[in-house]
C-alpha cells in the first residue's frame, strides 16, 4: 500500500463531514492544509472566544514498548495526552493533526489498529481529525498530535495564577499509570526493577530530607497493616492499574467546571504531582503544601504496593502520566466547587494549600504515634527525558 492508499486505510470514513462542520471544519483531510472556522464550531463556548493549541509525541521504547500498549492504546493515549493540555486550560478540545513516522515492522493493519484507538479517543472527547503527516522510519514508530481548543477569550486558566492562602486539589487518582507500567515491565519478565528506574529515589535524597523511597517503613507499614483484598479483587486491581497506564481519562469536564468556578491556576500531569506542583509554584511565586493524609491512595495502588513492598507514594508523586489536572482554587469557592463535583459524579480531592513564598513544595506528614506535624520538602523531580 504506497502513503496516500496508507493515509485512506487509516483515516477513510471515520467522521462524518457533519459531525467534523458541527466543529467548525470547513476542509478536512485531503489538501495542502485544513481550514476550520473556530466561531462557528458548537463548543458550547458563548461570546467571543480564544483558540488554545497544544503539541505531544509519543516514541516507541520511550512513551511506550509492545510489551506496555497494544496498538490501539498508543493512539489513544497519543491523542488523550493532548486532550489533557487541552483541559488544563479549562479549554474545549476541538481538532487534530496527526504526524506518523512509521516503522517497516508496522503493516498496515497494526497502523489501522492505531487508528482505530485514536479515533476511539477523538470521538469520546469531540475531536475532529482534520490532517497530519506520514514518513517512513528506521526503526522505532513515533507518533505526534497537535491539537486546538477553544476557551472563552481571555479566561484560559495558566500555571502562573495561583494566589497564597488557596486550595491545592487533584481532579482524579494519581500513581495509578505509574504502577501500571511497572506491573506491565515486571509481567513481562524481569523489566520491573528496570522500569522503575526512574522511579528510584536518586542517592542523597534520603540524607536531604526528601519523600522516603520504598525501603523506608513508615507509609507502607501502614498500609500494610490493612486488610488485604482476595483473588478477584486483585484481578481488578490489575486492571485499573493497566487501564489507568493505557488509556488515561483526561478532565476535560473539570477543567470546564473548574474555568467556570474560577481556579486561579491549573496544570496537567504528565509528569508527577511533584513536579506539576513545582512548576505552578515557581511560575506563581508561592509555596504549595500538599498534606500527606489527602493524597487520595487508590485501593488498587495500594494493593500492588503492598504485594510489590513498593511505595505507592513514590508512584503518587514521581510517577507521571496520570492526566488528571493539579490546580489552586480560593478557599471561599472549595465549598461549591466540591458539591459541583459531587452533583456531577466527578472526583475532586482537595489536597493542601498555597502560602506565601519562599517558593518550594513541602509535604506535611503526621506522625502516627504523636500526632506531631513536620514539613518535608518535596524534590523537584519528575520523568525527565534528560535526566
Ligand atoms: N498520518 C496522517 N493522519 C491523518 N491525516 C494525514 C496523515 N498524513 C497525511 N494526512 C493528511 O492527508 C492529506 C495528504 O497528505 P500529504 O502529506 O500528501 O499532503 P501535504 O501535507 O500537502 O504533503 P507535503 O508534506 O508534501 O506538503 C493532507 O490533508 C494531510 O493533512
Ligand atoms: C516503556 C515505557 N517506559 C517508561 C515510561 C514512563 N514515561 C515515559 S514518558 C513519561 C512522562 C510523560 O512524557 P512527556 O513528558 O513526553 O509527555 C513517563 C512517565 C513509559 N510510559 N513507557
Ligand atoms: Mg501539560
Same mark, same amino acid.
Given at each position: 500500500m504506497d502513503e496516500f492508499a496508507s493515509i485512506t486505510h487509516w483515516t477513510g470514513r471515520r467522521q462524518s463531514?457533519?459531525?467534523?462542520?458541527?466543529?467548525?471544519?470547513?476542509?478536512?483531510?485531503?489538501?495542502?492544509?485544513?481550514?476550520?472556522?473556530?466561531?462557528?464550531?458548537?463548543?458550547?463556548?458563548? /461570546?467571543?472566544?480564544?483558540?488554545?493549541?497544544?503539541?505531544?509525541?509519543?516514541?516507541?521504547?520511550?512513551? !511506550?514498548s509492545s510489551e506496555t500498549m497494544r496498538d490501539e492504546d498508543v493512539g489513544y493515549k497519543a491523542l488523550a495526552a493532548n486532550v489533557s493540555d487541552i483541559a488544563a486550560m479549562g479549554g474545549v478540545p476541538l481538532h487534530a493533526l496527526v504526524s506518523v513516522a512509521v516503522p517497516k515492522s508496522y503493516g498496515p493493519e497494526r497502523m489501522r489498529r492505531l487508528y482505530d484507538g485514536l479515533y476511539e479517543c477523538a470521538e469520546r472527547y469531540g475531536v475532529a481529525v482534520i490532517g497530519g503527516d506520514t514518513t517512513s522510519?528506521?526503526?522505532?514508530l513515533?507518533?505526534?498530535?497537535?491539537?486546538?481548543?477553544?476557551v472563552e477569550a481571555g479566561r484560559e486558566v495558566r500555571r502562573s495564577g495561583a494566589k497564597p492562602g488557596e486550595g491545592v486539589f487533584l481532579t482524579g487518582a494519581v500513581?495509578?499509570?505509574?504502577?501500571?507500567?511497572?506491573?506491565?515491565?515486571?509481567? #513481562?519478565? /524481569?523489566?520491573?526493577?528496570?522500569?522503575?528506574?526512574?522511579?528510584r529515589l536518586q542517592a542523597g535524597d534520603v540524607e536531604a530530607g526528601h519523600v522516603m523511597p520504598h525501603a523506608e517503613a513508615g507509609y507502607l507499614e501502614l498500609i500494610q497493616g490493612q486488610e488485604q483484598?482476595?483473588?478477584?479483587?486483585? /484481578?481488578?486491581?490489575?486492571?485499573?492499574?493497566? #487501564?489507568?497506564?493505557?488509556?488515561?481519562?483526561?478532565?476535560?469536564?473539570?477543567?470546564?467546571?473548574?474555568?467556570?468556578?474560577?481556579?486561579?491556576?491549573?496544570?496537567?500531569?504528565?509528569?508527577?504531582?511533584?513536579?506539576?506542583?513545582w512548576e505552578i509554584a515557581e511560575a506563581s511565586g508561592l509555596r504549595l503544601v500538599l498534606r500527606e493524609s489527602s493524597l487520595p491512595l487508590n485501593d488498587a495502588l495500594k494493593e500492588y504496593g503492598v504485594d510489590a513492598s513498593l511505595n505507592p507514594q513514590e508512584w503518587m508523586l514521581y510517577g507521571g502520566e496520570d492526566y488528571v489536572l493539579l490546580g489552586t482554587i480560593a478557599k471561599d469557592k472549595l465549598e461549591e466547587v466540591r458539591d459541583v463535583f459531587?452533583?456531577?459524579?466527578?472526583?475532586? !480531592?482537595?489536597?493542601?494549600?498555597?502560602?506565601e513564598g519562599p517558593v518550594g513544595v513541602e509535604l506535611v506528614r503526621e506522625s502516627a504515634q504523636s500526632g506531631d506535624e513536620r514539613n518535608i520538602p518535596v524534590a523537584k523531580r519528575g520523568y525527565n527525558h534528560f535526566g
Open positions: 463531514a457533519e459531525w467534523q462542520r458541527a466543529r467548525g471544519v470547513l476542509l478536512g483531510i485531503g489538501d495542502d492544509a485544513a481550514a476550520v472556522d473556530i466561531t462557528g464550531a458548537s463548543d458550547g463556548i458563548l /461570546g467571543a472566544k480564544h483558540m488554545v493549541l497544544a503539541v505531544d509525541t509519543m516514541v516507541e521504547n520511550v512513551h !511506550f522510519s528506521p526503526d522505532r513515533v507518533i505526534s498530535v497537535t491539537l486546538t481548543g477553544t500513581g495509578l499509570s505509574a504502577a501500571g507500567l511497572h506491573l506491565l515491565l515486571a509481567e #513481562a519478565g /524481569g523489566g520491573g526493577a528496570a522500569g522503575s528506574a526512574k522511579q483484598d482476595g483473588e478477584r479483587e486483585t /484481578g481488578q486491581s490489575r486492571a485499573a492499574l493497566v #487501564a489507568a497506564h493505557q488509556r488515561p481519562s483526561p478532565s476535560v469536564r473539570a477543567g470546564r467546571l473548574l474555568l467556570e468556578h474560577g481556579c486561579s491556576s491549573l496544570n496537567d500531569v504528565s509528569d508527577g504531582v511533584a513536579s506539576e506542583a459531587r452533583e456531577e459524579g466527578l472526583p475532586f !480531592f482537595e489536597i493542601g494549600e498555597t502560602l
